[in-house]
């Protein structure tokens, strides 16, 4: 079985930073990539950042500048550095990745629980 486990959410002022951090466990083989993704109540969960095993990223546009994703092979860890906050960025921030796990055939998609993110003065 494979985890995701984020830390790291809570509430900032417009201008603000926080650090985002999902970390992944259990029978891990390979991971083939990491990201975060997002949902603001009424909206439809949206990818915000990606990071494969060879490190090349892509962001969406709304962030781009002012986010950066980065990875830490060896703890199975993915970040999200977020600068310059704005209330939009406001949403339930959750972790991805795709993983193959020990003795399996296919990589499957796993979830973290997700964690709040509210950006307001």
């Known amino acids: 079985q494979v985890h995701l486990v984020e830390s790291g959410g809570g509430l900032v002022e417009p201008g603000g930073s926080l650090r985002l951090s999902c970390a992944a466990s259990?029978?891990?083989?390979?991971?083939?990539?990491m990201g975060w993704y997002r949902q603001a109540p009424g909206n439809q969960r949206e990818l915000v950042a990606r990071?494969?095993?060879?490190?090349?990223?892509n962001y969406v546009d709304s962030v781009k500048g002012r986010f950066t994703i980065s990875r830490d092979n060896a703890k199975n860890t993915v970040y999200l550095q977020m600068n310059s906050l704005k209330p939009e960025d406001t949403a339930v921030y959750y972790c991805?990745?795709?993983?193959?796990?020990?003795?399996?055939?296919?990589?499957?998609?796993?979830w973290g629980q997700g964690t709040q993110v509210t950006v307001s003065s």
């Open positions: 990071i494969t095993s060879g490190g090349s990223t």
């Open positions: 259990g029978s891990i083989f390979r991971i083939n990539y």
């Open positions: 991805n990745a795709q993983i193959l796990s020990t003795g399996g055939v296919f990589p499957n998609n796993y």
